[in-house]
């Protein structure tokens, strides 16, 4: 069972629209949440992250929503860019020793 | 800026032959990590390890095994592979006690 999920597969959008990537996680006891970005043919890179105690987490043009009840977290691409497309992982952990548990990830396409 | 390097970016292999995969970071960090990533895009945690402990996930066959000869250096030794371990390997490192993951861009692995 996949203890972290994330829709939609993947998304499209015009340059200059906001992308909503939606994530949410079954275990409670997660109480941190990171977002990467991954380009074809690279490693995973940290985009921005949130901790269980915050409900909002601003950088730049991205933005996560955390809803600690529902367990569900979002990130919002506002004014996406072409070069914002790629795959975007929503991972969780409880123990850093134990490692991010990740989702499948959303395919962003971002046309001009 | 690439800070976690991994060799080799690809090999090729056949069943049963022994392939060890070399990471190096120079962040400083203090913890590595080991995760697979399959050919549907999930990132799975294989090891955490640092100069106090090693964590395994109990998923991880035996034939594979983490190699460290300092805190900036871990390997990956596969002792005799099989076809499911056709993957990405992405090797990752952090501060012992801090969440915040940087990836390497992967060694892929094809095994024929």
């Known amino acids: 069972q996949q203890q972290v999920r994330q829709s939609p597969q993947s998304l499209t959008v015009w340059e200059g629209e906001t992308a909503i990537l939606n994530c949410s996680y079954e275990d409670s006891t997660f109480n941190y949440f990171p977002w990467y970005q991954q380009f074809p043919g690279e490693g995973p890179a940290l985009l921005i992250s949130i901790s269980s105690v915050s409900d909002k987490k601003e950088d730049g043009r991205f933005t996560i929503f955390f809803n600690k009840r529902e367990k569900k977290l979002s990130l919002h691409i506002t004014d996406s860019q072409p070069g914002d497309s790629a795959t975007y992982f929503c991972a969780a952990s409880v123990n850093y020793a134990q490692g991010l548990t990740f989702g499948l990830g959303t395919r962003v396409s971002v046309f001009p | 800026e690439t800070a976690v390097f991994q060799t080799p970016n690809y090999h090729v292999t056949q069943v049963g032959n022994e392939v060890s995969f070399n990471c190096k970071q120079t962040?400083?960090?203090?913890?590595m990590y080991w995760y697979k990533q399959d050919s549907k895009k999930l990132l799975k945690i294989m090891f955490s390890?640092?100069?106090?402990?090693?964590?395994v996930n109990e998923t991880v066959p035996r034939r594979f095994s983490p190699q460290s000869s300092d805190k900036a250096h871990l390997n990956l030794r596969i002792k005799s592979v099989e076809p499911e371990d056709s993957a990405v390997y992405l090797c990752?490192?952090?501060?012992?006690?801090?969440?915040?993951?940087?990836f390497g861009p992967g060694t892929r692995l094809l095994v024929l």
């Open positions: 990752a490192s952090s501060y012992w006690g801090r969440d915040t993951q940087y």
């Open positions: 390890y640092n100069n106090k402990q090693l964590i």
């Open positions: 962040l400083g960090h203090d913890t």
